[in-house]
């Protein structure tokens, strides 16, 4: 016990002094994290249930929104389940969404100073889950403090499709011609008509557990992001992993593809 109060102690003295060293500089106004490395952690913790690392890492949230609100962040992505994890097993998938509607829940507790939108295609999800996400949300919504976005059965090249057709069912509905608005068809039509109404692009994309890739996260929004890999399973994430990622974007130049 003594130590490990003495290693939180130490923690944060360095908390203390890494916000420091970030005060006046740059940091991303939307900040979008791969929540990644959640069975890994379990079997290395000595878990035989899995679960177990999606328990940790779904506790994990509510920390890690209150440290971008003290980071002055204004909106979050947050990438809790794919639409490629939706093929897994029912007895693995099950548990899986119990867990990802208790964590929204949590987030979206009256207590907490978040607007939660949930997004992804919600019509795959089994059973009744995207009612129970969606009603939780709800009530946050107009809240306003910090932005939070739950990606959950989303995919990136899905997203677009989706804005796609979303664009011309507006279109067709307003009685245009389809023709026309193909013959027009701009980047707007697809920016529009994303998921998320919070916002189009993103500055910071963070994955965790060590993985270099997207994964086709935000692959649209991500054109311009900078992207920071960390080599931490998402249950051991700490707020100094994250004041150490947001240092690395201030030392960046965005250059915007120019």
Request: net charge neutral.
């Amino acid at each position: 016990m003594a130590m490990k109060a003495l290693r939180s102690a130490l923690e944060a003295v360095y908390v203390r002094r890494l916000n420091r060293k970030l005060e006046g500089l740059p940091r991303p106004r939307h900040v979008a994290i791969m929540l990644d490395g959640n069975r890994r952690w379990a079997r290395g913790a000595g878990h035989q249930d899995v679960r177990e690392g999606y328990r940790v890492g779904g506790a994990k949230v509510t920390d890690f929104l209150h440290w971008c609100t003290d980071a002055g962040i204004k909106h979050v992505t947050l990438w809790m389940l794919s639409d490629d994890n939706l093929h897994r097993p029912a007895d693995e998938l099950g548990p899986l969404l119990d867990i990802i509607e208790e964590t929204v829940r949590r987030i979206c507790d009256p207590g907490e100073p978040w607007e939660i939108e949930i997004i992804g295609a919600l019509d795959l999800l089994p059973g009744n889950t995207a009612r129970v996400l969606k009603e939780a949300a709800a009530p946050t919504h107009g809240r306003g403090g910090l932005k939070v976005d739950v990606a959950v059965g989303y995919g990136g090249r899905r997203e677009i499709v989706d804005a796609v057709k979303t664009a011309f069912d507006k279109h067709i509905g307003a009685g245009g011609d389809p023709r026309d608005l193909a013959a027009d068809f701009d980047l707007e039509h697809i920016t529009d008509n994303l998921y998320s109404p919070a916002g189009h692009d993103t500055d910071f994309i963070i994955r965790t557990s060590g993985e270099q890739r997207l994964s086709g996260f935000l692959l649209w929004q991500s054109a311009y992001a900078e992207v920071h890999f960390v080599d931490v399973l998402w249950p051991a994430f700490r707020q100094i992993d994250l004041l150490r990622a947001l240092r690395s974007y201030a030392a960046r130049e965005r250059r915007y593809g120019r």
